[in-house]
């Protein structure tokens, strides 16, 4: 007798179980670690690929400018700007956007639109416009934080990068 009621507790909880909404598809992880692991990487290798520095060495200030200098160097400002794009798109998607208000889908919808711009500034070859749109990068991706500041994430999403992200590790 109490080996059928464990049966059929088992039963119970199997058919229990097999009625739950599955799991959302996080393919970057919580939004926390696609932020981390993801975004912030892909923006930088943009921010990065043309920029000014100025800085003292041995009391002499030395100026520098970067700017790609290969196809190569061109082609990787491209394919951050591609995957920001792609990322923008993934926010979009029932499995980061559920449970967030609209303005979440406006602002994954600013990413992807940003990051076409940003494409087509890479492609032009002109580092001047790869700066500015750098800017408007920046300004989608500030005016997002201020409405989702990852304090006010959902519960359950880490605060923290995985350790491979703090030590360097993450793709860049």
């Not at 041995?58 to 951050?80: C, H, M, N, R």
């Not at 499995?95 to 992807?112: C, I, K, M, P, T």
């Not at 087509?120 to 990068?137: I, M, N, Q, T, Y």
Request: glycine share 6%; net charge negative.
């Amino acid at each position: 007798m109490i080996e059928s009621k464990r049966a059929l507790a088992l039963m119970a909880v199997l058919v229990l179980a097999s009625c739950s909404e599955p799991a959302p598809d996080l393919p970057y992880g919580t939004v926390q670690l696609m932020m981390a692991n993801e975004v912030q990487p892909t923006a930088e290798a943009y921010w990065d690929s043309v920029r000014f520095v100025s800085e003292l060495v041995d009391g002499v200030p030395i100026d520098t400018d970067y700017t790609p200098e290969t196809e190569a160097d061109w082609l990787k400002v491209e394919q951050s700007a591609v995957h920001l794009a792609e990322l923008g798109e993934a926010l979009k998607s029932p499995a980061y956007s559920e449970g967030r208000d609209a303005s979440w889908g406006v602002f994954a919808q600013g990413l992807v639109d940003v990051a076409g711009v940003a494409e087509e500034a890479a492609k032009s070859r002109d580092p001047d416009k790869v700066f500015e749109v750098g800017g408007l990068v920046y300004n989608v991706c500030s005016a997002c934080h201020q409405s989702f500041p990852p304090e006010a994430l959902p519960p359950g999403e880490s605060q923290n990068p995985p350790a491979a992200a703090e030590s360097g590790d993450a793709a860049s």
